[in-house]
């Protein structure tokens, strides 16, 4: 199975960057993944509810842990966040085009996770999925 398949293959998502604004590539992410039937969780410090669904400040703050990750932040962000996912046990990391960062990659790979982070974008997958 590949890194995507593996991702994709997962119970539960989260998606770091999650926006209310329509035109983000972040909500873009987040309604694409609900519109397939996944599982999914926003992760935005700054919003309560994004398309009606409770917003978590953290990875952390996740009532689960999610398996699978989405990142849309801009690099020196997504450092943390994937602190955090490797704290708490995330299993797969996708680091969408501009959130890469090689340190960030570096420990989650360290940390045995899989990480896609060679530019591929999930909303590309997702279409072809459907």
């Known amino acids: 199975m590949s890194n995507i398949d593996a991702f994709l ?3 539960t998502f989260a998606v770091a960057g999650a926006s209310n604004n329509r035109s983000k590539y972040g909500n873009l992410v987040f309604r694409a993944l609900l519109k397939s039937g996944r599982e999914v969780y926003p992760v935005n410090p700054s919003a309560r509810k994004i398309e009606d ?5 953290t990875v952390a703050d996740l009532p689960i842990t999610a398996e699978a990750l989405s990142i849309i932040t801009p690099p020196e ?12 046990g ?17 420990s989650a790979r360290a940390a045995g996770i899989n990480v896609i982070d060679d530019g591929s974008c999930i909303l590309v997958l997702l279409a072809r999925e459907r």
């Open 9 to 11: 293959a997962a119970g």
């Open 53 to 57: 669904h409770t917003a978590f400040a």
């Open 77 to 88: 962000i997504t450092r943390t966040i994937v602190d955090d996912a490797i704290r708490v």
């Open 90 to 106: 995330v299993q797969h990391i996708w680091m969408q085009p501009g959130a890469e960062d090689e340190q960030a990659s570096e």
